[in-house]
């Protein structure tokens, strides 16, 4: 008996099929690798400064960064301090930052010379001179972290490309919709101040669910 195989009809339609298929499920699918990255790099900048802020100030034998001298440092005093090795002490170095002179998406804007690359690609800054000590809960001196993948984008989104932490006198990193400013902004399509703590609050991923309100855990003691 003579086997039957497929018509050319038959064959163009499955690859018609697979291919509208394929197109529906490959940007998704490329859109989710991005964001677990994207959040893998945030965890990584986060604890990269909270380390090294740590060992910096355990070899300067101070508890907090407002005894480092008669006055407080800025978050770009502190960058320069960390990545340079102008450690009092040991003159040790404890991230490896390199400077980043390129240009940054629009809308981001960093003090002057204060622009760093961690060893990841990703981008921190200050954002502000303000004094760490000022840190009162919401206002403070805060850092810029963008991804590597948002550099050159033309319009760049706080919260979806960039986002804002604070450094407390203590050395650590708060972010607003977790530690602090819990109704802090977070919409799926405007971003906003509140979606890096709601990106930790759900596991450093980056889906759907940092968009709920439920999102946030509240106020998180370190």
């Not at 900048?45 to 508890?63: F, K, M, P, Q």
Request: net charge neutral; charged share 15%; aromatic share 8%.
């Amino acid at each position: 008996m003579k086997k039957k195989g497929f018509t050319l009809t038959e064959v163009l339609i499955t690859l018609g099929i697979i291919g509208v298929i394929a197109a529906l499920t490959i940007p998704q699918l490329y859109n989710n690798t991005s964001n677990a990255h994207l959040g893998a790099q945030l965890a990584n900048a986060v604890s990269t400064l909270e380390n090294g802020i740590g060992l910096y100030l355990y070899d300067e034998g101070v508890r907090n960064l407002a005894q480092l001298g008669a006055d407080d440092v800025t978050a770009g005093e502190l960058l320069n301090r960390l990545s340079t090795g102008s450690n009092t002490t040991t003159g040790k170095k404890y991230i490896k930052l390199v400077q980043y002179t390129s240009s940054l998406p629009p809308g981001v804007t960093c003090a002057q010379n204060t622009v760093y690359s961690l060893p990841d690609k990703s981008i921190i800054c200050a954002a502000s001179d303000a004094k760490i000590s000022s840190f009162n809960g919401s206002e403070g001196a805060t850092l810029l972290i963008l991804s590597a993948s948002s550099l050159n984008q033309q319009k760049a989104l706080e919260g979806l490309d960039w986002f804002t932490v604070t450094i407390a006198n203590d050395g650590f990193i708060y972010l607003p919709g977790r530690d602090y400013d819990t109704n802090a902004a977070c919409d799926q399509l405007t971003g906003g101040p509140g979606c890096v703590g709601k990106i930790a609050a759900n596991g450093w991923k980056f889906d759907g669910k940092i968009f709920d309100a439920a999102a946030s855990t509240g106020n998180t003691s370190k």
